[in-house]
């Protein structure tokens, strides 16, 4: 067992952060939605129907959530019980990273052969996203699971915001580079004319996140020597329903869950779809959007400390209803939106408390799990396929709601309800260790 609170090991296991945020934050979130809808058609022919470009991003995303919701137990199942962690780690880092570099790939279709139609080439941005949609997710898995390994109990809260404070320092460096490069292409030597500048941002990432990514590969501890992969199948299915017969006694980790799934369903769609309802809605250009994204973050650091301070004073339970009565606003604010100064205000507000869910999420699941847990990952399964189908749902409604009434402020609308459900869900929820409140549960 590796020593606990070791600074150098949860310094490393935070680079991982630096890391693989860049993808979540350039591609996902500033760069890669304006440039989708501006290659894109604003329908695009499917066939025997159309759909809309927005419409057609939103339900990729759920596509890419619903295939690692699916395989997400099966890995983690194999990992904790193989004891491959790392591996896997490394394994979607890898995957992700390189769909991040094949994004170079995706550009307007005058640029191409003018033969291929414009549905393949939106295939070809469609999939690479998907790809590396699924490369940052299925890693998340398991970096999540490594925090109980590395940190005691009362040190979860700040580790866990340290994670998220480091990803989004470094994911804020990455984005300023290629605002300036998009911005002023000339300054690298660049053509002002295209989007090489924009495509090239694609590879920065990809390289970004494959290479910081080593930092945490050396130091973090070593995968334990087991059985081929192949072997351990069936063994990581029964330890998923080992974990499952634990969960399920649980009420208070099940409460947990439950609400974690609807409040999640809403905040990563706020966080994945922002930058396209700025774009069509509200008309704003790129450079601005990732000025506005570049701001969002910068404000998220101090609130993800600012949080999990407030948890450590007034509780966890106290500080996530909190969040989850802000996010509420912040869509009913939403739907209002019509002028830029309006959706500042919004994107301000969701810098603040963005950190602090996601932050305060992950370290209070790790304060529900039984004392002595050995197989994190497989727990952290549940957690992690919860917030997948959370995304799913999400985009889901959000896409679905948009492609039948023809604008995105009723989506946005839609998305109170998932909060109000988790939030009512929260309160039934007794936030410490679970086998110290099993007599206290409701």
């Not at 099966?74 to 394994?91: C, E």
Request: charged share 15%.
């Amino acid at each position: 067992m590796p020593t606990l609170n070791n600074p150098r090991t949860i310094r490393a296991w935070a680079f991982f952060d630096w890391a693989n945020s860049s993808y979540a934050l350039v591609i996902a979130v500033a760069i890669f939605p304006a440039y989708y809808s501006q290659i894109t058609s604003a329908e695009i022919n499917m066939g025997s129907f159309s759909i809309s470009s927005s419409g057609l991003h939103a339900f990729s995303i759920s596509g890419a959530y619903l295939l690692i919701a699916l395989f997400s137990p099966f890995l983690s199942g194999i990992a904790d019980y193989g004891g491959k962690k790392k591996w896997f780690m490394r394994f979607f880092t890898t995957m992700g990273s390189l769909a991040c570099i094949s994004m170079f790939f995706f550009t307007a279709h005058a640029n191409l052969d003018p033969n291929i139609q414009p549905l393949s080439q939106v295939l070809v941005g469609t999939i690479s996203f998907m790809l590396a949609t699924i490369g940052f997710a299925g890693a998340l898995v398991f970096y999540n699971a490594f925090l109980p390994e590395i940190a005691t109990e009362d040190q979860y809260d700040r580790v866990s915001a340290k994670g998220f404070s480091f990803g989004y320092f470094g994911s804020v460096i990455l984005l300023v580079v290629c605002l300036l490069a998009i911005s002023f292409p000339q300054w690298f030597g660049l053509p002002e004319e295209g989007a090489l500048a924009v495509r090239l941002s694609f590879v920065a990432v990809g390289l970004w996140w494959l290479g910081f990514a080593q930092i945490p590969f050396r130091q973090l501890p070593a995968d334990k020597p087991d059985q081929p992969i192949a072997k351990l199948i069936t063994k990581g299915y029964r330890e998923l329903r080992k974990t499952w017969k634990i969960v399920r006694k649980e009420a208070n980790m099940l409460g947990f869950l439950a609400s974690f799934f609807f409040y999640s369903a809403g905040v990563q769609t706020v966080l994945f779809l922002a930058a396209t309802f700025a774009e069509e809605e509200l008309d704003f250009q790129p450079e601005r959007l990732i000025l506005i994204i570049l701001v969002l973050q910068l404000v998220a650091i101090p609130g993800a400390f600012t949080f999990a301070r407030l948890s450590e004073k007034r509780g966890n339970k106290f500080a996530l209803v909190t969040l989850l009565l802000i996010w509420s606003v912040i869509c009913i604010g939403a739907y209002f939106v019509e002028t830029d100064k309006q959706f500042y205000v919004i994107a301000a507000s969701v810098g603040l408390v963005m950190g602090g869910i996601q932050s305060l999420s992950r370290s209070t699941y790790s304060k529900l799990m039984p004392e002595g847990t050995q197989d994190t990952a497989s727990f952290f399964s549940f957690y992690d396929i919860l917030e997948k189908l959370a995304i799913v749902l999400g985009t889901f409604t959000f896409g679905f709601i948009e492609q039948i009434t023809g604008g995105m402020h009723n989506s946005i609308l839609a998305l109170v309800f998932f909060f109000l459900v988790g939030l009512v869900l929260l309160i039934t929820v007794r936030i410490k260790h679970s086998v110290e409140t099993e007599e206290a549960v409701p």
